[in-house]
């Protein structure tokens, strides 16, 4: 690949700045799983198409629309841009649930440096070109390769993402959508909003885009499907249907996946399963370009992702918060304390967030960005104790968004992109298409559902036709003197938040080194988390069984094998709730072991201290995944990129 030169036209040649995807789901909520080819069919999985693949850009050389439709659920992507060649799409459930997306990650290790501790760490390495930082060692190599073939940190994050899809189907691929964050190395930053959105009736979902050639981005990721990988279980996953879908995209571009015989395969699948996506439904999804939420933050430029993300604007008023206190010579469970009420004062604004096309949202996050805002929240914290919800202002009950992956990428002339994804819970909807071994996401799952519930849903996020639910992403840049200082997002839902501020607090303001600020234990504060993972991964069971019992009193004869009705989804998603205001006050303290063997958890004094403030503890038998790239901005290692991928995961980043 010819190696591009920088320039100011970085956006208008190397980013396609008009591209849109869209996913779409049916408006009635079906749990019948479409039957997968033997080919497609993971292990483990009793049967059901749950097979997860993400095409990470797709495009022409003239632009034009690109629409991208998935099968048994709907989504649409559709780029309108003459100028970029590349874009991602997302794929949206019409079961009601939304949709999953795949992303592919290939991490390769340039350095190992030795941490504090003295060990050698592959999640940690320094380089002085570019670094990519994913949650799959293959995908960070594979986006590395493309920065050294000369690609820029779109063309990177682009191919990484492909790579997700295709090595962990189950948190994203070309079923689901998210945000992508870029900064130029000339200072221009944009947010490229491809969360999946309502069809006029039901929801959508959308991705992104970029440059190089498609065959070159799809390549790789498309011999993974093919050939399969057998990276953790010793065992051989052929997607040789998504390796199809793959290989037509990277010789006839994105035109044959929006408006060719993808396309047209997908919403045949989708309506004959119920849903109700239509071609033209693709052409309607548009990716959003917006501005991105900038505050100072401990001296440093935050640059951040706005609503609907809602991740971005918690994070910049936790650490605001968290500012106005000194950060030595405070004891850990005070710090800890201060941190958690910080949280719940963000959550509670979080539930006045929605989609700005649809929802006033800019004296809520223009007060979430505000130093004086925050100042005045800092008073209101007391060091002493915590309270009930109901002190925090929340009035609202929250949606919980699950399974997501993360991709960091900072190049050679220091463009950078920070780019999260998700098909929402584990495998989106559990569904996959037939023909084109794609992924559906349930993305459906985030907007607030209208129930008797107390407290009610919030009415910022209710569901209407073509609207983008409220997500937690957080992709952020950190900005000193000019320069690129930090960049990080993660996985984990409405975690998210929590995670990043922590990761954040820990090296910027603790002075950490990035990787032990990555690994240090971390505290969530939400709801019941094994109950409410528990609901989600065992809905369609809990939802059949009442379904047949309704059914079989009424009128056993008006059974329907094809699932539930959507009622029964409700009753169910009604329960959760109340399930959830069960524990209003839990903070969880991370307390488990890694597949590598790595102990993450508190000492029992800080959980005592903390006991005695008010706190009711529980263990987090799993955490949130977090990338973290860092550039030493002065001293003699100026311009040193070091790299960190979440241990708590096993990946491992690549540079050169």
Same mark, same amino acid.
């Given at each position: 690949?010819?190696?591009?030169?920088?320039?100011?036209?970085?956006?208008?040649?190397?980013?396609?700045?008009?591209?849109?995807?869209?996913?779409?789901?049916?408006? +009635?909520?079906?749990?019948?799983?479409?039957?997968?080819?033997?080919?497609?069919?993971?292990?483990?999985?009793?049967?059901?198409?749950?097979?997860?693949?993400?095409?990470?850009?797709?495009?022409?050389?003239?632009?034009?629309?690109?629409?991208?439709?998935?099968?048994?659920?709907?989504?649409?992507?559709?780029?309108?841009?003459?100028?970029?060649?590349?874009?991602?799409?997302?794929?949206?459930?019409?079961?009601?649930?939304?949709?999953?997306?795949?992303?592919?990650?290939?991490?390769?290790?340039? =350095?190992?440096?030795?941490?504090?501790?003295?060990?050698?760490?592959?999640?940690?390495?320094?380089?002085?070109?570019?670094?990519?930082?994913?949650?799959?060692?293959?995908?960070?190599?594979?986006?590395?390769?493309?920065?050294?073939?000369?690609?820029?940190?779109?063309?990177?994050?682009?191919?990484?993402?492909?790579?997700?899809?295709?090595?962990?189907?189950?948190?994203?691929?070309?079923?689901?959508?998210?945000?992508?964050?870029? +900064?130029?190395?000339?200072?221009?930053?944009?947010?490229?909003?491809?969360?999946?959105?309502?069809?006029?009736?039901?929801?959508?979902?959308?991705?992104?885009?970029?440059?190089?050639?498609?065959?070159?981005?799809?390549?790789?990721?498309?011999?993974?499907?093919?050939?399969?990988?057998?990276?953790?279980?010793?065992?051989?996953? +052929?997607?040789?249907?998504?390796?199809?879908?793959?290989?037509?995209?990277?010789?006839?571009?994105?035109?044959?996946?929006?408006?060719?015989?993808?396309?047209?395969?997908?919403?045949?699948?989708?309506?004959?399963?119920?849903?109700?996506?239509?071609?033209?439904?693709?052409?309607?999804?548009?990716?959003?370009?917006?501005?991105? =939420?900038?505050?100072?933050?401990?001296?440093?430029?935050?640059?951040?992702?706005?609503?609907?993300?809602?991740?971005?604007?918690?994070?910049?008023? /936790?650490?605001?918060?968290?500012?106005?206190?000194?950060?030595?010579?405070?004891?850990?469970?005070?710090?800890?304390?201060?941190?958690?009420?910080?949280?719940?004062?963000?959550?509670?604004?979080?539930?006045?967030?929605?989609?700005?096309?649809?929802?006033?949202?800019?004296?809520?996050?223009?007060?979430?960005?505000?130093?004086?805002?925050?100042?005045?929240?800092?008073?209101?914290?007391?060091?002493?104790?915590?309270?009930?919800?109901?002190?925090?202002?929340?009035?609202?009950?929250?949606?919980?968004?699950?399974?997501?992956?993360? /991709?960091?990428?900072?190049?050679?002339?220091?463009?950078?992109?920070?780019?999260?994804?998700?098909?929402?819970?584990?495998?989106?909807?559990?569904?996959?298409?037939?023909?084109?071994?794609?992924?559906?996401?349930?993305?459906?799952?985030?907007?607030?559902?209208?129930?008797?519930?107390?407290?009610?849903?919030?009415?910022?996020?209710?569901?209407?036709?073509?609207?983008?639910?409220?997500?937690?992403?957080?992709?952020?840049?950190?900005?000193?003197?000019?320069?690129?200082?930090?960049?990080?997002?993660?996985?984990?839902? =409405?975690?998210?938040?929590?995670?990043?501020?922590?990761?954040?607090?820990?090296?910027?303001?603790?002075?950490?080194?990035?990787?032990?600020?990555?690994?240090?234990?971390?505290?969530?504060?939400?709801?019941?988390?094994?109950?409410?993972?528990?609901?989600?991964?065992?809905?369609?069971?809990?939802?059949?069984?009442?379904?047949?019992?309704?059914?079989?009193?009424?009128?056993?004869?008006?059974?329907?094998?094809?699932?539930?009705?959507?009622?029964?989804?409700?009753?169910?998603?009604?329960?959760?709730?109340?399930?959830?205001?069960?524990?209003?006050?839990?903070?969880?303290?991370?307390?488990?072991?890694?597949?590598?063997?790595?102990?993450?958890?508190?000492?029992?004094?800080?959980?005592?201290?903390?006991?005695?403030?008010?706190?009711?503890?529980?263990?987090?038998?799993?955490?949130?995944?977090?990338?973290?790239?860092?550039?030493?901005?002065?001293?003699?290692?100026?311009?040193?990129?070091?790299?960190?991928?979440?241990?708590?995961?096993?990946?491992?980043?690549?540079?050169?």
């Amino acid at each position: 690949m010819r190696a591009k030169q920088a320039s100011p036209s970085f956006w208008s040649k190397e980013l396609s700045t008009g591209i849109s995807w869209n996913v779409y789901a049916a408006p +009635r909520a079906r749990s019948e799983r479409m039957k997968c080819s033997e080919e497609s069919l993971p292990q483990g999985i009793e049967g059901e198409g749950i097979y997860r693949l993400r095409i990470s850009s797709l495009g022409s050389s003239t632009g034009g629309q690109i629409q991208v439709a998935s099968a048994l659920t709907g989504f649409i992507m559709r780029r309108d841009s003459a100028t970029m060649k590349n874009l991602l799409f997302s794929v949206c459930s019409a079961s009601g649930q939304g949709f999953p997306i795949l992303f592919l990650s290939l991490v390769f290790l340039a =350095l190992s440096p030795k941490t504090a501790d003295g060990a050698v760490r592959g999640e940690r390495i320094i380089a002085r070109n570019g670094v990519v930082a994913t949650d799959e060692t293959k995908c960070s190599k594979i986006g590395r390769d493309m920065l050294v073939q000369g690609g820029h940190a779109v063309d990177a994050a682009v191919a990484a993402t492909l790579c997700l899809g295709v090595i962990s189907p189950a948190y994203s691929g070309l079923g689901g959508g998210g945000f992508m964050l870029v +900064r130029s190395a000339e200072g221009d930053a944009k947010v490229f909003d491809m969360r999946e959105m309502a069809p006029g009736r039901a929801f959508k979902v959308r991705l992104l885009s970029l440059h190089s050639p498609w065959e070159s981005l799809v390549k790789t990721s498309e011999n993974l499907a093919r050939k399969g990988s057998d990276e953790d279980f010793d065992e051989t996953l +052929r997607l040789r249907k998504l390796a199809d879908t793959l290989a037509a995209i990277a010789r006839r571009g994105m035109d044959v996946f929006y408006n060719g015989s993808i396309a047209q395969s997908l919403a045949r699948e989708i309506q004959k399963e119920g849903g109700i996506i239509t071609k033209e439904d693709f052409q309607k999804y548009r990716v959003i370009m917006r501005k991105p =939420l900038v505050a100072d933050v401990w001296g440093y430029n935050m640059v951040t992702a706005p609503p609907p993300a809602s991740g971005g604007a918690m994070i910049i008023l /936790i650490l605001k918060i968290l500012s106005n206190y000194k950060a030595n010579g405070v004891p850990t469970p005070l710090r800890i304390h201060r941190a958690v009420e910080a949280l719940k004062y963000a959550l509670a604004l979080r539930t006045n967030l929605g989609d700005p096309e649809f929802v006033n949202v800019t004296k809520v996050v223009a007060d979430m960005i505000s130093t004086s805002f925050a100042e005045k929240v800092k008073n209101w914290i007391n060091d002493n104790t915590t309270f009930n919800p109901s002190h925090y202002g929340s009035k609202r009950s929250q949606v919980y968004d699950h399974g997501t992956t993360h /991709i960091c990428v900072v190049d050679s002339r220091r463009n950078v992109v920070t780019l999260t994804t998700s098909l929402n819970n584990h495998y989106g909807s559990g569904l996959v298409s037939q023909s084109t071994g794609i992924y559906l996401n349930n993305q459906m799952c985030d907007f607030s559902l209208p129930t008797s519930s107390i407290p009610p849903p919030s009415p910022a996020n209710l569901i209407q036709p073509y609207k983008r639910p409220l997500s937690s992403m957080a992709p952020a840049i950190f900005l000193e003197g000019g320069k690129v200082k930090a960049v990080i997002g993660a996985a984990g839902g =409405l975690l998210i938040p929590d995670a990043v501020s922590q990761v954040l607090n820990n090296h910027l303001n603790l002075k950490m080194d990035p990787y032990d600020a990555v690994k240090a234990p971390r505290f969530y504060h939400t709801v019941k988390l094994r109950t409410i993972h528990q609901y989600l991964s065992t809905r369609h069971i809990w939802s059949n069984r009442m379904h047949s019992s309704v059914r079989d009193e009424a009128n056993p004869s008006s059974y329907c094998s094809k699932g539930p009705c959507e009622q029964c989804h409700l009753i169910i998603y009604q329960i959760a709730i109340y399930i959830m205001q069960l524990y209003p006050n839990v903070l969880y303290l991370e307390n488990f072991t890694s597949r590598k063997g790595e102990r993450y958890r508190y000492s029992r004094y800080i959980m005592k201290e903390l006991r005695k403030k008010g706190h009711i503890l529980q263990n987090a038998s799993y955490g949130t995944v977090c990338q973290f790239e860092i550039q030493r901005v002065k001293g003699p290692n100026a311009g040193e990129l070091v790299a960190v991928s979440d241990p708590r995961k096993g990946g491992y980043p690549s540079g050169y």
